[in-house]
Each structure stands twice: as structure tokens, then as C-alpha cells.
């Protein structure tokens, strides 16, 4: 029979989707310029890269982690833990690939993810199949076993069912962060592969709520809400009467995990909103430093940068009134002062973009 979650979106849960949506428009509606973007999106990454391995046992610490990825810094005797990491962002990056193309999360996307994680920065011929024997989940300390997930041979029939119905949620309405914290439960509970679960079941998590609208620009951590409070996570994921997984798990009621998996959203994406609003606020306050730099003709050029990224003399001529000797000796002169930069300087027809000292600024 096909996949039905048991869950109920209580008041607390409503609660939480709706700060969600308060969060999520206010950092779209935000005025970030683009540079500065792709700067807050790189240390979403590395945040989760470092968040999630750490809940996985890396001993890593964030800024080894950021020289890792950013230096290229070694660190010998922890090999493992710089394998970890960089599989963990390659797979964001591929992740966020996946993102960017229309159509529903696939099989074949999870499993490359999957791979990805597990291959420590090095290229990915072929996407993992999923385990071919069983798997448990064992404490740490006492080696009891916490959880023993499904026979292999149900693992491909119990994710298609999962895949299933994310296609099928998402045609009825389900919201989206519903949708994702159900599709990370599901995901540990089958527990497909014998290592990397939990950093796969959060990357799906994460690519689905980019497909469904819920990127916030690249900005946020889920993981960083989970590391915080370890038990918590573990605690809201252990759901059912039984540690097998064919005595109650697979129809166990994960209300209280939705709700969590709500909260931590909302939290994060709360976070996001007042970071975001910090950077806009001194963005806004730099902006204004450099609209005194500009002369009147400059700042009018600023209304043709605002309905196209690059301009042409041409445009200038239209704008100005002016020649196109005129309009070229214009350009030229904002060139040699910064205010733009020529697109292609091989090309003989040329285009213009604005700096990136000025990329962003609205007319005053």
C-alpha cells in the first residue's frame, strides 16, 4: 500500500509554518546586492557542511573547516573528518544544481547525493545503489541496539513509495516545510544505505524546500538548529512503540516531529531574516556614502541599470539626448572613474555594467 504519514499540523505547528512565511518574505523582500549575496550564501554552505558533519561525530572545528574548503588546509591524522567535509559540500553543490532544474525529486538525484556524501571530494561516476544486507543502529556507549530499519530487499519499494508521495503531497497542497520534515523522517527510517543517512536525509530535506520556493536566497542552516541541541534531534526522530521497524515504526504518529522540524525552520529562517536585514541596513547606509560620489548624469544612469544588468552607448544617446560620439566619450570617462566596467573589451561593440562598488544602488 502506498506511503501515508500519520501526522496532524497542530496549533503549535500552524504556528511556526506561519512565522516561516513571515521570515521567508521579508528576506525576499530585503534589498541585498548580489555580490554580497553570494558571499552570505558560501557561509550558508560552509555552516551547514560544518553542522551537519559535526552531528555525524566530525571532530572538525568550523574555522578547520572553512580553511579546508576555502585554503585547501590539511590536517594530518584527520583524514576521515576532511572526507566528510568535503563530500558534504560537494554535495550542496550539486544539491543546489538540482535545485535550479524544473521537475520533481528523483531517485536518481537522491542516490547522486548520496554518493556525493560519501565520496569525499572526489568525482562521482555513478550514483549509490542502496544497501543489500541489514543495518542497525546501535548506542554508542551501551552497543544496544536504538533502531533496526527494514529488510534490504522492501529499501527501493519503500522509497519509491516515499518519492511517490512527495509527488503526490505537493499536488495536494501539502506545504512544503510539511513536506520536506516528513521526507527527512521517512528518509532515516528506511535507513537506506549502511552509512551517511542522516547527512543525506538532511540534504533532501534542503532540496526540497528549494524546489518548493523555500531557498531564502541560499541563506540558511537547518542543521546549525539540529547540532544545537543534539538530544533534541535525536529525541524527535525516535518515534514509535518498538526499535524494529515492523513493530509500529513505519505507522507511528510523527506529530510532534513535525512540529519540530516547523520550529527549527522557523527558527532558522528567523535568524536569516534579522542577519539579512543587518547586512541591507549597512548596505543601505554604504549605498548612501556612495551616491554622494556620483555627479547628477550618474545618478540618472542608474534608472537604465535598473530595467537591464549591461547598457550600450546607444542607451545613453536615448537617455542623455546627446551624440553617440557624445555618448561613447561618457562612457569612456565613467570607465576611467569606476562608475562601470566594460563587459567584453574584445568585442567591438561594447556593453557596460555597473562596478561592483555601485551594483545595487536605486536612484535617489
Known sequence: MPFEPNYRITPRAATHLMRIEAARQAVEDLPITSSVLAGLRETARLFSTHYSTMIEGNHLDREEVFSLIEQGRHFPGRERDEAEVLGYYAAIERLERFAAQRGEVTDLQV???????????KAV???????????????AGSRRIVYMPPEA??????????LDWLRRSEREGVPCPIRAGIAHYQFATIHPYYDGNGRTARLLTTLILHRGGYDLKGLYSLEEYYARDLPAYYQALAVGPSHNYYEGRAEADITAWVEYFCAGMADSFESVRRRAREVADRGKRDASAALRRLDPRQR???ELFRRSVVITSRDVEGLFGVSQRTARNILASWVSGGFVLVVDPARKSRSYRLSPEYAGLSPS
Open 300 to 302: 540618472r544612469a542608474l
Open 125 to 139: 561516476k555513478k550514483p549509490t545503489p542502496y544497501r543489500g544486507g541489514q543495518n542497525v543502529i546501535r548506542d
Open 153 to 162: 530487499s522492501d529499501v527501493p519499494r519503500l522509497m519509491e513509495e516515499l
Open 111 to 121: 542516490r547522486t547525493i548520496h554518493a556525493l556524501v560519501m565520496a569525499g571530494g
